[in-house]
Nanobody, 121 residues
């Protein structure tokens, strides 16, 4: 399984970006998908997650500004980021929890390569 993230870039404070992350490979089922981010010198932190049933969780710092959604037919998860702030600057990583095709009761987390989001003040 491979995850390909895209959509990062440079934006001014108050602007918007949409990140995409498409999964490919041998996929039988996907449970939770979502996004984490890591700013320079900081630990990776959870931004938003969405389960296959549509349950969503956001970090408090992005509530009301970011929206996560997925297209199950395309095995793709998105992160719409509005009203961006300089403190949102980070490398954003997508992840997905994939069913092990050999052991259906087991799930494996895969990560994308990261996409850089830079918000200027």
């Amino acid at each position: 399984v491979q995850l390909q993230a895209s959509g990062g870039g440079l934006v001014q404070a108050g602007g918007s970006l949409r990140l995409s992350c498409a999964a490919s490979g041998r996929i039988s089922a996907i449970n939770t998908m979502g996004w984490y981010r890591q700013a320079p010198g900081m630990q990776r932190e959870r931004v938003a997650t969405i389960t296959s049933g549509g349950n969503i969780n956001y970090a408090d710092s992005v509530k009301g500004r970011f929206s996560v959604y997925r297209d199950n037919a395309k095995n793709t998860v998105y992160l719409q980021m509005n009203n961006l702030k300089p403190e949102d600057t980070a490398v954003y990583f997508c992840f997905g929890q994939f069913q092990n095709p050999l052991v259906s009761s087991a799930w494996i987390n895969y990560w994308g390569q990261g996409t850089l989001v830079t918000v200027s003040s």
